[in-house]
């Protein structure tokens, strides 16, 4: 399988972000560093500024933008749970896209509450994640709507990959000084890391890009391991951003082909990294967001004396799961 | 005494500062009306975005801008146990001035260190917050350096108004519609509120401007109500961005000049309101960054109707205390 995005588009999505999303900040904290034990140079970048608090609003804006006209009047449909289709439903609100998002019953009321403030329609359908799947699917067929999925388009990956090329074009400019040796990037579908693949290939190809999933649901951690894709039955991980069950058509190849190495990190190594980046740089993070610091934590011996970025992806950790971290 | 600077100020403040400091975000968000009964709509302004997560950046900026070139050589001082050290050290080294610290011994070492890691030059000096400031007064005249006050500089207030500013510009882009009818302000020294003013007095006279203090650091609340300054010995609240114990010479008749009302919260309102920031909007906010909504959820009856502005000023709440707000 070719490599499902071009430097081009990456390009391409860059332009068309650009009038509504400024470059959100790349900086470096000593104390994060020190806490590391000092031997690693951490930059982090603050994707949990952007609207909706997260880098999705990246990808569904690079998904809507890249509709043509006579889609994007008709509208798109998602089936989610959570920051992807708050991510769509602010893009949509922005270009006048209608957006439906199908959750399953029981979905969190504040999450709820989030998409449908940013004026999309929320759809309840089913008793899991599956049954909005469907539902979804129905959609599609009878409205004509498009299927916005988290993962498997090629927008979405190229919108995922203007992370990277904003970090390449940041660790040049003054305070920073060029120096930047690898990326670790959590996965939950491969969005950001296939991006993060992607530039680094086009534009600096001495930076090394390792990837995270968290121990209990390491699906596409051990297809990468396996050497083929596989599903696995359970996702069962504080970081819903990561929960997922099965490798993507559209990113696994990439992955096996660009990564440095795949590692996966339990739990208390997600929710120590929360903590750590509260207690360093004072932003909030939800587990995703934390997961590169917790994968770059597992990862330090061999990262000694580098310069390596993580993305602090998104902040959107509701509160009871945030006093539970905390402890 | 006449009003301490003019809109003209303001407009050479963001000149000076646009190039190195984006315009931080104003959101709204429905989930945090919905906590407030639903009767008053409520944006946030994001000066927690700021490098240094606090509006002190801007302050730091402006203030050093404003020194001409043969102060900008000589450096500056001053005594600060927290943002205004960090915003100073921040611009410090973006525009080569040399920065020096004085934070008395026992200071926060998170802080210390990050103030460090800016490049500033810090000096424990003296038991408390006054014998830092004798400290740096010494190294005014021992070394020439321009003492760099946290309150009492015009350029500091014109950095402050920028925020506000911001919001009078942000309000009238999609996806928001004009409407603005007040702000409700934090008052440490009373840079932002006195900020406020002046934006409102030249852009916007229907915006009310309303200030809070902690009831616990009621120094500038009560000689506001009692029509002339005063001195409290004591200034206990976990807001340590509220903990003044006195009234500030360039601000004081401003804020009673232009003021709507001056209300006091206490530490639990405020912790509450650190809460419902983190539950909302997904953001962290340390107590004075929170006091602000704090302030509005107390005077949400009389602003019933209306679209009011908050700015989450500063999330460097350090993790113990966040802990203990969490509960």
Redesign the interface.
Same mark, same amino acid.
Do not use: C, F, K, V
């Given at each position: 399988m070719p490599w499902p995005i071009t430097w081009d588009d990456v390009v391409a999505a860059r332009a068309r972000l650009a009038p509504h999303l400024?470059r959100t900040?790349l900086?470096h904290?000593? +104390?994060l560093d020190?806490e590391l034990g000092g031997d690693v140079r951490v930059l982090v970048k =603050?994707d949990n500024?952007l609207?909706t608090?997260a880098f999705k609003a990246r990808n569904g804006l690079a998904l809507l933008t890249a509709l043509d006209a006579d889609a994007r009047r008709r509208g798109v449909v998602a089936a989610t749970r959570g920051n992807h289709g708050a991510g769509l439903a602010w893009a949509g $609100? @922005?270009l006048g896209v209608p957006v439906t998002i199908c959750v399953p019953h029981g979905n969190s009321p504040?999450k709820n509450? +989030?998409i $449908?403030?940013l004026g999309a329609e929320l759809i309840e359908a089913g008793a899991d994640y599956d049954a909005a799947v469907e539902a979804a699917t129905r959609l599609v067929a009878d409205r004509g709507l498009t299927m916005a999925h988290s993962t498997n388009d090629p927008a979405v990956i190229a919108g995922a990959a203007t992370i990277t090329a904003e970090i390449l074009e940041q660790v040049t400019e003054?305070?920073l000084d060029g120096r930047l040796d690898a990326i670790v990037v959590a996965v939950g579908g491969g969005s950001q890391a296939v991006g993060a693949l992607t530039a680094v290939r086009a534009r600096r190809p001495d930076v090394a890009v390792y990837a995270v999933q968290a121990a209990g649901a390491p699906a596409i951690h051990d297809a990468w391991h396996a050497g083929r894709p596989l599903t696995r039955d359970r996702a069962d991980t504080f970081a819903d951003g990561l929960a997922t069950r099965q490798t993507y058509a559209l990113t696994f190849e990439a992955l096996r082909e660009g990564l440095a190495d795949f590692i996966t990190v339990d739990e208390d190594e997600l929710a120590a990294a929360v $903590?750590r980046l509260? $207690?360093t740089? =004072?932003?909030?993070a939800?587990g995703a967001g934390a997961a590169g610091l917790a994968g770059l934590t597992r990862l330090r011996d061999r990262l000694a004396g580098q310069t390596v970025a993580i993305i602090l992806s998104g902040?959107?950790?509701?509160?009871p799961t @945030?006093?539970r971290v905390?402890?």
């Open positions: 400024p900040p900086r904290y000593p +104390a020190a =603050h500024h609207p608090n $609100r @922005l504040e509450l +989030a $449908r403030g003054p305070p $903590r509260i $207690r740089t =004072h932003n909030l939800e902040s959107n950790i509701d509160e @945030l006093r905390l402890g």
